[in-house]
């Protein structure tokens, strides 16, 4: 008896599929529909009643660049975004230096202590954040690092997030390479630089990325560290159009956080395949 065998476009549309691409839909639609929301009152008319006539598209370009234009000219956004900036890329560059050495010698060597001292690491991640806040304030005040890029950056260079995630990427590297750099003379340092580090690219991206969206979007620390107005973060930058005494329009006020969250979107999207790699090959072994 001949059995029945489905072709390929009926294997495609089947009930199970089509449940993943409806919820697939559907999240897409939640997640982006705040972002489209931002972007479509940016580039209204001022005095547009957008909530009680909602539309989907914007309708002035002229309107949006004024806008921006605002936000620009009438605050220090700009300088905002410099400081930002140099806070992300100072905090992301000593964060990968310092967390791959680390993971470096605790996913490759072995040494006495060395599961004591990574679990002890590892026991940062179940503190939570607001219990080290005043010691390491302290800290900062006494070095003098309070309304600068140091006092900002450093105290999260060290990460324990960052040690782990990289740790269980270079367990997965091949000794092998390791051992033949060794016996072509590289020193230790050299086999971590030239052998260890661009094999695990994917690994220091997906960190990379990560960081700059937690440091971009960090409030509380340049809201504790920072009592200057010039060394104002993004985020710090855009609560002066959300508080209580500020009388901005709401347009003006969806431009600056529409600005405040462009930088962090692009970096994702441009860099998200990375992203899925590295999350993807941490967990691999061998």
């Keep these: 008896m001949a059995t029945k065998t489905l072709s390929p476009l009926r294997r495609r549309f089947t009930v199970g599929n089509i449940l993943k691409w409806i919820v697939a839909l559907f999240w897409f639609v939640v997640t ?18 957008i909530a009680i006539n909602p539309r989907l598209y914007p309708s002035s370009l002229s309107a949006g660049i004024s806008n921006i234009r605002i936000v620009v000219t009438e605050s220090q956004f700009l300088r905002s975004y410099l400081v930002s900036s140099a ?16 993971a470096y010698e605790f996913g490759l060597f072995m040494f006495p202590g060395k599961d ?37 950056a450093v105290p ?12 269980q990427f270079m367990e997965s590297l091949p000794r092998e390479l390791m051992d033949a750099a060794e016996i072509d003379g590289a020193s230790h340092f050299g086999v ?6 661009p094999l695990s690219s994917n690994g220091l991206i997906t960190l990379g990325v990560l960081g700059f969206m937690f440091a971009w979007g960090n409030f ?6 920072n009592s200057k107005a010039q060394w104002y973060t993004v985020s710090l930058a855009v609560t002066k159009y959300l508080s209580v ?3 901005s329009p709401v347009e003006v006020t969806m431009t600056a956080s529409l600005l405040a969250a462009l930088p962090p979107v692009i970096f994702y ?13 941490t967990g691999l072994k061998g």
């Design 156 to 167: 999260g260079i060290a990460s324990a997030f960052g040690l782990f995630l990289l740790r």
């Design 220 to 225: 509380i620390w340049p809201l504790v560290v």
């Design 32 to 49: 982006i529909l705040p972002v489209w929301w931002m972007f479509n009152v940016v580039f209204t008319n001022p005095g547009t009643p």
């Design 245 to 247: 005494q500020s009388w």
């Design 87 to 102: 806070f992300a890329i100072v905090q992301i560059v000593g964060m990968l230096l310092v967390c791959s050495m680390a």
């Design 192 to 197: 971590y630089w030239y052998v260890a580090l």
């Design 269 to 281: 999207v441009v860099l998200q395949r990375f992203i899925v790699q590295g999350i993807a090959l």
């Design 116 to 152: 004591f001292l990574f679990l002890i690491a590892l026991s940062a991640l179940m503190v939570p954040s607001v219990v080290t806040l005043i010691p390491t304030y302290r800290i900062v005040a006494s070095l003098h690092w309070l309304n600068s890029i140091q006092g900002l």
